[in-house]
Structures are given as structure tokens and as C-alpha cells.
């Protein structure tokens, strides 16, 4: 005879708010950065938005409530001293979202000492001075939860891929290493991994023509859009995914 599940079931859509939590997004600027900081917000989290663009981080904050700060994410102590004020103003920092990294598609034998170390400096290395100074911070307030945004081009290979690819790998690499250092501390660590998304950039970048051609290569015929990175990242700092740390979820 099977026994009946006596198990508490928990509230599962409290488990999404984020209500009264202090959130911070590096690169809220614009595209995924925006709509990750506008998700935050809808949630109930008091937003911090962090931007190398003053005026870009001042138009999302005032669009959703939250505060602006400026901060060159690359530089030590400009991301300290930015992410000292956002924790200011939110009284605590609960959960840090990095949505920055740029990529410069160049075949390797084409790649130059400067790409190579362009996409390193804006991909891996801000993402650890991001993990590092954030860390420290969350760790002093009992923790909370981290999320990065990685790449597919840092889990697969293609042509042109290889610098930006590189150090996308390194960042999913760095954010195992996190989920086990900075379990003690209470901190989670994931990133998303997404595939072709529809930011200004891209828009800018791409004739309609590729893009068409994009969309008959998913098998969802569809692009993907700066929300559905916003929807995985805010899942990854809920309590939703509290039993996940050190992960990198595919949005593609």
C-alpha cells in the first residue's frame, strides 16, 4: 500500500518575490541589463542600476524607482567604490546580476594581441572583480545570490568564436569554482549561457537577411528576446532555485 506524501508544500510564487530585497545590475544600462533591472524591480527588489553610461543607468533607474550609479566595471576601484554606494542605498546587497561582455568576432589567425585581450579584460576579468568585491560585500550580510550572463560560445565552438569563447568558457568555469567557495558564505553562484538574443547591438549589427536566416536555424523559429534572459536570471536569484549553485543554465 503507498503511503500519502505528508511533505509541506511551500508557497512556490513567495518563493519568486523578491520583495524588499536589494538587487544590483552591472550593465543596466541597456538591452538585457534593462529588462533584468525592470524584471528586479516588478518582483518588489529595490534596484541598483550600474552603468559605464551615466545617463543611460540614470534613465533605467528613474523608469522603475530604482537608484543610478556610475562604474567602469573593468576598474578595480571604480567597481568597489559603485558597488559600495549601491549597497548604501539599498540598505544590503541581496543579489548582484552581471550582464556585461562584448564580443569581437575574429578568426584566430586574424586575432590580435589587443582583441584577444579586450574580450578577457570585458568578459572574465570584470566578472571576477565583480565576484570578488560583490563577495566580500554579501558575505558581510549574510549572503544572498549571484547571477552572470556566459555564452554557448563558451560551451561549444564556431568559427570567429575563439577569443570571446575562450573567455566565456573561463567565466563558467569560474562560476563552479564560486558555487563552492562561496557556499560557506551563504552566497549562491550561477550564470545563463544564451544563444542568439535580440539586444540593441544585435539589431544594430545584423542585416535582416542573417537574421531570417538565423531564425530558420532555431528550432523555436523564433529569436530569442532580452526578457528571456531577464526571466532566466531572475529565477537563478529567487528562492525558486535555492538548491542551485555553481551552474550554468542554457537559454537558447
Not at 537608484?67 to 541581496?94: F, N, P, R, W, Y
Not at 584566430?108 to 594581441?113: F, G, N
Not at 570578488?132 to 550572463?149: D, N, P, Q, S, Y
Not at 535580440?198 to 526578457?227: C, N
Request: charge should be negative; include cysteine; hydrophobic fraction near 45%.
Amino acid at each position: 500500500m503507498t503511503q500519502t506524501d505528508t511533505s509541506p508544500v511551500p508557497r512556490y510564487a513567495d518563493m519568486l518575490s523578491l520583495e524588499g530585497r536589494g538587487v544590483v545590475v552591472l550593465g543596466a544600462g541597456q538591452g538585457i541589463g534593462r529588462q533584468t533591472a525592470h524584471a528586479a524591480a516588478a518582483l518588489g527588489a529595490r534596484v541598483a542600476c550600474i552603468d559605464i553610461d551615466e545617463e543611460r543607468a540614470q534613465a533605467v533607474a528613474s523608469e522603475l524607482g530604482g537608484s543610478a550609479h556610475l562604474g567602469d566595471v573593468t576598474d578595480t576601484e571604480s567597481l568597489h567604490e559603485a558597488l559600495g554606494q549601491a549597497a548604501k542605498a539599498l540598505g544590503k546587497i541581496d543579489a548582484l546580476i552581471d550582464v556585461v561582455g562584448m564580443p569581437r568576432y575574429v578568426p584566430i589567425m586574424k586575432l590580435s594581441d589587443e582583441d584577444w585581450d579586450y574580450q578577457h579584460e570585458v568578459t572574465l576579468r570584470q566578472a571576477f572583480l565583480a565576484m570578488r568585491e560583490g563577495g566580500r560585500l554579501m558575505a558581510e550580510t549574510g549572503g544572498g545570490a549571484m547571477a552572470f550572463v556566459a555564452s554557448v560560445s563558451g560551451l561549444g565552438g564556431a568559427p570567429g568564436h575563439a577569443g570571446y569563447g575562450a573567455a566565456k568558457a573561463g567565466l563558467t568555469s569560474l562560476v563552479r569554482s564560486a558555487g563552492w567557495e562561496f557556499a560557506r558564505h551563504r552566497i549562491r553562484v550561477n550564470a545563463v549561457a544564451p544563444g542568439l538574443i535580440m539586444t540593441p547591438r544585435i539589431s544594430a549589427s545584423r542585416t535582416e537577411e542573417s537574421l531570417e536566416k538565423a531564425v530558420r536555424s532555431i528550432p523555436l523559429r523564433r529569436l530569442g528576446q532580452p526578457s528571456d534572459i531577464a526571466s532566466a536570471l531572475l529565477f537563478l536569484i529567487s528562492d525558486l532555485s535555492s538548491y542551485i549553485t555553481g551552474q550554468t543554465l542554457v537559454v537558447d
